[in-house]
């Protein structure tokens, strides 16, 4: 079983301020920093640091060397990431001191997939591989439909939420990621299990994951059906805490845990990250998660 992640790479440009801009509002930051990001680079730096071999696949443009540096150096493979002539994706971060986030993307050079690239690294996986996907590039529906055909397990993460998710067919979806904001966005409500029956009617083969912050999360497969709580933690800044999660939860299932392990495992590590400032260089490895539990 091999593991691909279609995703986004991001230069996170991370700035501290006390709270939240308002509108006509000038504020002074407290610091600023230039990072490597995006929830695509997020999630597979998260794989690997959970031990997992793992493929990126996606578009670098200029001035985003260091991303594929970032990758590189984690032990992501990048044989798949294509170096195009387009300014890089970029993402403007505030982080207020109660560690809360908001964020605004620049969607870049995530946005040039072409479909022969697709078809392209598709080639090199099949039946029974995994495919990590986000909404943070373009031609998602004609990924996911290639992917369909080879047989893939298909996990969508559709953040962040718009209309282009509609466009993709959930039929097609093995698993689906959302915190209760996406669950609301998709579902209309953001109770979780009310989320998963109006889901699971339309969607029968769907497992839903649900990430509920401070509630922690709740997973749907069929019948079953198990909710983690979460473990206390001093927050600092929770970018990034979701995908660390994602990388952790599919790195677990891969490595032949059962769904109650990979959560607890995955809560775990998403604890450990927002004790921490930024994103990926926020995400611990296994060995401390594991000495952690």
């Not at 990048?78 to 002539?85: F, H, K, R, V």
């Not at 959560?263 to 401390?288: V, W």
Request: proline residues 4%.
């Amino acid at each position: 079983m091999k593991i691909l992640n279609f995703g986004s790479l991001n230069l996170d440009i991370v700035t501290r301020v006390e709270q939240f801009v308002r509108p006509g509002e000038t504020v002074r930051a407290r610091s600023q920093e230039l990072r490597c990001g995006g929830k695509g680079l997020n999630q597979s730096i998260a794989l690997a640091r959970a031990g997992a071999e793992v493929w990126h696949a996606g578009c670098v443009g200029e001035g985003g060397e260091m991303l594929l540096n970032y990758l590189v150096d984690h032990g992501v493979h990048t044989d798949y990431i294509e170096n195009i002539l387009e300014r890089q994706g970029s993402a403007f971060i505030q982080v207020t001191d109660t560690g809360d986030n908001s964020i605004i993307l620049y969607p870049g050079s995530n946005e040039c997939l072409t479909e022969a690239q697709v078809k392209d690294t598709l080639e090199h996986f099949g039946r029974g591989d995994i495919l990590v996907l986000q909404n943070e590039v373009n031609l998602l529906p004609y990924i996911v439909d290639q992917a369909y055909r080879r047989g893939m397990i298909i996990v969508l993460n559709p953040s962040p939420y718009n209309e282009r998710i509609a466009a993709v067919d959930l039929n097609k979806i093995s698993w689906l990621f959302v915190n209760e904001i996406e669950a609301e966005q998709i579902a209309g409500t953001r109770e979780a299990l009310v989320t998963w029956e109006k889901l699971h009617t339309q969607y029968p083969k769907l497992r839903l994951l649900v990430t509920l912050g401070a509630g922690g999360s709740v997973c749907f497969s069929g019948d079953y059906a198990n909710q983690q709580p979460p473990y206390p933690a001093e927050v600092k800044d929770t970018t990034g805490a979701g995908d660390t999660y994602t990388g952790y939860f599919l790195a677990s299932l891969a490595g032949g845990k059962t769904l109650e392990e990979a959560m607890n495992i995955a809560t775990m590590a998403a604890a450990i990250s927002i004790t921490r400032p930024g994103a990926a260089e926020s995400i611990p490895g296994i060995e401390e998660v594991l000495a952690c539990l």
